[in-house]
């Protein structure tokens, strides 16, 4: 056991907490505090969906018991941090709270969302879906409330904050109208963008949904994909509007909004979820000397540490190296748990880095669950796309991504480098185990051997009728891909693996 | 069209009546007021001279009140499958699953019990074994019985039943097969999120669930003593089973406690405030046995690896008040006691993260290959 540190802890989402219940479990006697503005406890931000059409009410997305705080013997303060002294080592809070001494931090402060650049972003019934309070607003905008009485205190940190903070409860547009949004908007084509989507379908409205793109989630889909999702938002009746450039939200003399204006006409709206991106959350500690990334992220090394050495950061406010030499935050809820694990032991004194292994993700579009492993839809120079489309009683579709093996080849004895080597998976229907996909990435398995094997990496649940792959399509070669974003430029493949 | 996961947002909290609040208080009353008078309908015909439900089954032409009871119970059932595969049918195993579950309580638990006497045969339950059925083990049971169903009782009981919780896991029986988690799966389907999921819940449940387990054995056993004794003494009897039936003998305690009390009036009384396995995760000593049994055997919930968000929508809907999420967030493949393999973890899972898999005993785990790799 090292001498005792006093860590202090910016944010308890799932880079903090995971932080703070790792140093606990090693140091039962280190004071540990957790200063966080949004929330009393610790909750799942990739749940808030559920919360506001009802399928689970606030505590539900708690991952954690509500003792667990005074079990694990964490100090909470909920208050905003407005900056960090560095020389005396403490973090100034907001209000009438004392500053908080450390010696060592750890910034976990997440993302706020990206506010829309156009006239009227600011209005009244104009909002985002990224934080707590964006969640309580919604749920008022739609339902008129929170659908269980069990919601937090999000008002706690109100009388220390101010309207900059993405956790600062907007006014509503309920309260001056009266009645929730009838007609409800959605612009940003993203992930965040249809869970707002699916809420409001789910609400049983009607949404306009302004994606700027040719196709909806381009850096994810190929058209043929999209093609699909497109299919099933509009079977919901979500009027889906591509290639819209927003120009305006137009308010009346409230200022409030009435419509929508687009490069292709307008569109009345009562009510906009503006999710066109999230930003690293980091305005209030931009006087602090901790080093920030142009684009607002704090930069770490392989172990979270900061340009000074008593300071980490983990989570959607890091930024890392990336494989392709960008520098850019991972803002995932399982790369933000890891982060903060690596950042844990760094501050216990143990030599731990962090390395990114291979992409993967999933999500859920609409009804359809998608699976992504490796490297897809990045425009790969010589890449080529196996596509098949399934249309039984099971609908599913399988996009493998491959590059030509030859010039690749190291020396590996078995065949399975021969022709086509397979680098990425794109799955939409059916369920995968994305390991056992990495795994044949890492493996340099051939297109032939993957498609032979590929019921091994199946994750349909029990009585899925199985997949079957025609021999004429398990024949067919992988096609150069075409299903592009227009002047998407081309990147040369990862040396890396 | 088959798919795997939730079809759609479901809207639960926002619907009063499923939210445990005064209507949830309300049906939960109309339903225990029901089985007090189902059960008690003789003392109450005793002091007021009225029977409605024996009445009633009378002018349906049903032979008596538990006919009448097993008509409603089938109604309930086939009303509550019907919203059920609104909300879950995408699924082909929940189709199947609740087409099976509540085919045979029609057939097994009400059609055939009611027709076989017609022909005078004996009305026999097919459906339900020892120790959920804790009379059909007692020797004056199986004396009555032709051999044929005396067989069928035993092996049934003792044999088939634990066999297959090892290689299916209990949910062959409590998801499958048995009356009581078919009208928790169906009719008390709407409220499952309401079980409780904290640990103070489940260290109750290990202690209730076992307790009955054994008071179920010990009974079984002493009846089984007290005939193989053939009365030779006249107080144990007396204490046993009892000169008349509703003598306060064990064998009437344990029938009125476990059988009508916990099972009926509490188990499905409490649907609307405690979710709608009350009985089978608490009290049920067939679940506790084949759960014993599951905890050796070969089913289990496979977790894939690092996929998991943590949104609780595993957990909130897990009837048995499992914490499914605390396993999945940790990578954890697990087998719980008490998972009775409805399924609705897996189907709810947003992220596709959980499978009920039957696989050998310490099958090789796959574990964290291909992640982020931390270097620890
Ligand atoms: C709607 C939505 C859906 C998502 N779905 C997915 C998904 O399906 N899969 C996935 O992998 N990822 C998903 N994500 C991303 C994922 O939620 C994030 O990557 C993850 O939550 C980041 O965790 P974190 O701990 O870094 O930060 P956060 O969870 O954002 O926590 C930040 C904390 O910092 C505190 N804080 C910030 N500033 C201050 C301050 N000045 N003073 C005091 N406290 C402060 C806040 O109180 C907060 O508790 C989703 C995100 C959103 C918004
Ligand atoms: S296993 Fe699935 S449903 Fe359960 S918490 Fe994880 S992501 Fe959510």
């Known amino acids: 056991m090292g001498p005792s540190s006093r860590i202090v802890i910016i944010g308890n989402g799932v880079a903090g907490m995971e932080a703070a219940l790792l140093i606990r479990a090693r140091e039962p006697q280190w004071p540990i505090t957790i200063i966080s503005e949004e929330s009393d406890h610790f909750f799942s931000r990739t749940a808030m969906m559920w919360v506001c059409c009802g399928q689970m009410n606030h505590q539900d997305i708690e991952p954690l018991q509500r003792d667990a705080y005074a079990n694990a013997n964490l100090t909470r303060i909920r208050a905003r941090a407005l900056g960090i002294d560095r020389s005396a080592q403490q973090v100034l809070l907001a209000g009438d709270h004392p500053p908080v001494p450390y010696d060592q931090l750890l910034i976990a402060c997440g993302s706020r969302p990206r506010p829309g650049p156009w006239k009227g972003s600011q209005a009244t019934g104009v909002g985002h879906f990224v934080t707590m309070q964006d969640l309580e607003w919604l749920e008022d905008e739609i339902h008129g409330g929170p659908a269980s009485t069990r919601a937090p205190r999000h008002d706690a940190h109100l009388r220390a904050s101010n309207p900059e903070s993405p956790y600062f409860k907007r006014g509503t547009a309920l309260e001056s109208r009266g009645s929730t949004s009838s007609q409800p908007a959605v612009i940003g084509g993203g992930l965040i963008g249809i869970e707002a989507i699916e809420i409001m379908v789910a609400a049983k409205r009607t949404p306009h949904f302004f994606i700027r793109d040719e196709w909806f989630w381009p850096i994810a889909l190929d058209t043929r994909e999209s093609r699909w999702i497109g299919e099933r938002m509009e079977q919901h009746g979500v009027q889906v509007h591509l290639e819209h450039e927003i120009e305006e939200l137009v308010t009346d003399d409230n200022h409030r909004l009435t419509g929508i204006r687009t490069n292709q006409g307008e569109f009345g709206a009562d009510l906009a979820v503006v999710a066109i991106g999230v930003m690293p959350n980091t305005d209030w500690m931009a006087n602090s000397g901790v080093e920030l990334h142009p684009r607002g992220g704090i930069p770490v090394n392989g172990s979270q540490a900061t340009n000074d050495p008593n300071i980490f950061a983990a989570g959607d406010c890091a930024v890392l190296p990336w494989w392709d030499g960008t520098q850019r935050p991972e803002q995932l809820w399982y790369t933000s748990r890891d982060q903060g694990r690596v950042a844990a032991r760094s501050m216990l004194g143990e030599k731990a880095t962090y390395q990114r292994g291979l992409w993967y993700n999933s999500a859920k579009l609409m009804d359809i669950e998608y699976t992504t492993a490796g490297f897809v839809n990045l425009n790969i120079t010589g890449e080529r796309n196996w596509y098949f489309e399934e249309q039984g009683s099971v609908r599913s579709t399988i996009r493998i991504v491959t590059l030509s093996a030859d010039d690749q080849d190291n020396g590996n004895q078995s065949d399975h480098n021969q022709g086509q080597r397979v680098i990425g998976f794109n799955m939409l229907g059916r369920r995968w185990d994305h390991s056992i996909l990495l795994q044949w990435i890492r493996e340099r398995r051939s297109l032939q051997w993957v498609l032979d094997h590929l019921k091994d990496a199946s994750f349909d649940t029990e009585l899925t009728p199985p997949l079957r792959i025609p021999k004429s399509a398990l024949q067919q070669e992988p096609i150069a891909a075409t299903a592009r974003k227009t002047n998407q430029p081309t990147i040369e493949p990862p040396t890396f693996f | ?376």
Not at chain 2, 154 to 163: E, K, R
Request: with cysteine; net charge positive; charged share 15%.
């Open chain 2, 1 to 376: 069209m088959d798919q795997q996961g939730q079809n759609g947002l479901l809207t639960t909290y926002r619907e009063g009546w499923r939210k445990r609040g005064l209507s949830g208080i309300l049906i939960s009353l109309l339903l225990i007021g029901f089985y007090l008078f189902l059960y008690f309908e003789d003392k109450v015909h005793r002091y007021y001279h009225v029977r409605p439900l024996t009445d009633l089954a009378a002018s349906l032409g049903l032979r008596n009140r538990w006919y009448l009871y097993g008509f409603l119970y089938c109604a309930a059932m086939l009303f509550g499958a019907f919203y059920y595969l609104k909300r879950h049918g995408n699924s082909r195993y929940n189709r199947i699953r609740i087409s099976v579950n509540v085919a045979v309580q029609v057939m097994l638990g009400f059609l055939l019990p009611f027709i076989m006497p017609l022909f005078g045969g004996t009305e026999f339950y097919a459906s339900y074994f020892w120790p959920l059925k804790y009379d059909y083990l007692y020797p004056h049971t199986l004396q009555d019985l032709p051999l044929y169903l005396a067989v069928y009782t035993i092996a049934g009981s003792l044999i088939a039943a634990p066999l297959l919780a090892f290689f299916f896991g209990k949910r062959w029986y409590c998801s499958w097969v048995c009356g009581c988690g078919g009208l928790a799966n169906t009719f008390g389907d709407p409220w499952r999120h309401l079980s409780s999921k904290t640990t103070r819940s489940w260290r109750f449940e290990q202690v209730s669930v076992h307790t009955v387990m054994f008071l179920a054995i010990a009974s079984t056993a002493l009846i089984g003593l007290d005939y193989l004794m053939d009365n030779k003494s006249s107080a144990f009897h007396a204490v046993v089973s009892g000169n008349r039936w509703d003598d306060w003998s064990i064998k009437y305690v344990y029938g009125l406690g476990v059988g009508a009390i916990l099972s009926g009036v509490a188990g499905t009384g409490l649907y609307p405030l405690l979710g709608p396995r009350v009985w089978c995760r608490n009290f049920c000593p067939m679940a506790a046995m084949l759960g014993l049994i599951q905890k050796l055997g070969r089913y289990r919930i496979r977790v894939k690896p690092d996929m998991c968000i943590s949104c609780g929508n595993c957990s909130t809907y897990c009837e048995m008040g499992i914490d499914v999420r605390s396993y999945a967030q940790n990578n954890e493949s697990f087998t719980r006691a008490s998972c009775v393999g409805c399924g609705v973890c897996a189907h709810m899972c947003p992220r596709g993260v959980l499978k009920l898999e039957n696989v050998k005993p310490l099958a090789t785990e796959k574990g964290r290959q291909g992640l982020p790799i931390v270097h620890l």
